[in-house]
């Protein structure tokens, strides 16, 4: 059900990238993602040219191979990933909003002829590297360092939980520096740039993520991103991430709560179906309720963005709103289906797990609070 029928308010062109990409997810990723998931494995290498193919890696982008689609519109296609899974849009997030989009917005123009075609064609893949071991939510204290020596730079410091990491062609990493923070783009390769996997996890398992180890790692004076200094750098890529966030949960809720629809209508107990019962027509009602509004948050901050109005504050709400009434979602959907629930047979739980990592990346759901809080009240509360 779609009882507001918030599509209804898409372009034809917005609507015509929707079933596209939904088609993708159907064919190509639902049958086999529970497989990957399980064995915690992604297989970028295979994807990332047909991502690339769709014009979905750096689509916002204008440009250099990029699509130059609007704000909506992207944000349609990260619903429509993330309803396959949280890891697939988690990948075109990093390649786009992050990786390109800094090198888009702040690189030199031969950082931008160099990377940003092959990356958008889904030929070469980027990692964007901002958190550490010790610096989550507060990355302006950033440990890593990057000094001068002659005109060449010299990096040491290691970076965590970086999604692509170990799989990259090439790293933006952010580095404190003499001037403040920068960012530069190092390749894969490059001698004291190391990277290790991150195991055990239980959430975005079907997607890469990795320890960057950067032990003296020398680079020429054209790698450092010569359009920006001081944290507004990597802020402004996280801006344009969580923008597809607030889309994306409302896809990842939206198959959980379709499987727990269709699940309703045909598990039967006590001689009837389970959907039959009012229980359980208030979760189904409390979802479509929940959906709805985060569907039509994820559109109003859309065209905000499209008309270049939306501010840091919108982005918050949106990204704090709709990844919670995801999750709710998935939460309430695993109980409609039972033990059934718990297994990878079907998406709840898979998506359930993986929206606990949304919650926490780009920015946890404490932080984006703190930013509605100084919003509301002008107080600033992170310290
Ligand atoms: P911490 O900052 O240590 O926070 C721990 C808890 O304390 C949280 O609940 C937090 O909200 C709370 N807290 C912290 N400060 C305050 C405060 N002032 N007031 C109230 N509460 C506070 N990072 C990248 O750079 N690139 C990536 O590609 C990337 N991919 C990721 C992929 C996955 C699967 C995950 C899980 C994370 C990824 N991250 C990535 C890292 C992510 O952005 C961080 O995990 C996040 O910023 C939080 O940092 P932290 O985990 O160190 O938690």
Excluded at 185 to 200: L, R
Excluded at 215 to 239: F, M
């Amino acid at each position: 059900m779609d009882v507001l029928r918030v599509d209804d308010r898409l372009s034809d062109e917005e609507r015509m990238i929707r079933d596209t990409v939904r088609a993708l997810v159907a064919e190509r990723i639902a049958p086999r993602v529970a497989g990957w998931f399980d064995a915690g494995t992604f297989p970028a290498r295979e994807l990332a040219p047909e991502l690339g193919k769709l014009g979905l890696l750096g689509m916002h982008l204008r440009g250099y191979g990029c699509a130059g689609m609007s704000a909506v519109a992207y944000g349609v296609a990260c619903r429509e990933l993330e309803a396959g899974d949280s890891g697939l849009r988690s990948f075109v997030s990093v390649q786009g909003s992050l990786a390109m989009s800094a090198i888009h917005k702040y690189g030199s123009e031969e950082q931008k002829a160099e990377w940003l075609p092959r990356m958008a064609a889904g030929e070469a893949i980027g990692c964007f590297g901002l958190t550490e071991p010790d610096r989550g939510s507060d990355p302006g204290d950033m440990l890593t360092r990057a000094r001068r020596d002659g005109s060449d730079w010299v990096l040491n410091g290691t970076k965590m939980w970086i999604t692509n990491g170990s799989i990259a062609d090439v790293a933006v990493v952010w580095a404190r520096t003499d001037e403040g923070i920068r960012g530069f783009v190092v390749p894969a390769g490059t001698p004291g740039f190391t990277t290790g996997d991150i195991h055990q996890k239980l959430s975005l398992r079907a997607s890469v993520t990795s320890e960057l180890v950067l032990e003296d790692v020398r680079l020429p004076a054209g790698a450092v991103l010569p359009g920006v200094t001081g944290l507004k750098g990597p802020l402004g890529c996280l801006s344009e991430a969580r923008y597809g966030i607030i889309w994306g949960a409302v896809g990842a809720g939206r198959s959980c709560y379709e499987t727990a629809v269709g699940y309703a209508k045909s598990r039967e107990q006590f001689g009837k179906p389970i959907g039959s019962f009012q229980l359980t027509q208030e979760k189904l009602a409390w979802m479509e309720i929940a959906l709805g509004q985060a569907g039509l948050v994820a559109l109003h901050i859309g065209r905000l963005k499209d008309a270049g109005e939306v501010t840091p504050q919108q982005i918050s709400f949106g990204k704090l709103a709709n990844v919670r009434a995801a999750l709710d979602v998935a939460r309430q959907a695993r109980t409609v289906l039972g033990a059934n629930g718990i297994t990878l047979e079907y998406p709840v739980i898979r998506h359930m797990n993986n929206l606990e990592s949304v919650l926490t990346y780009e920015g946890t759901q404490e932080i984006h609070t703190l930013v509605l809080g100084q919003a509301i009240t002008g107080l600033p509360a992170y310290r």
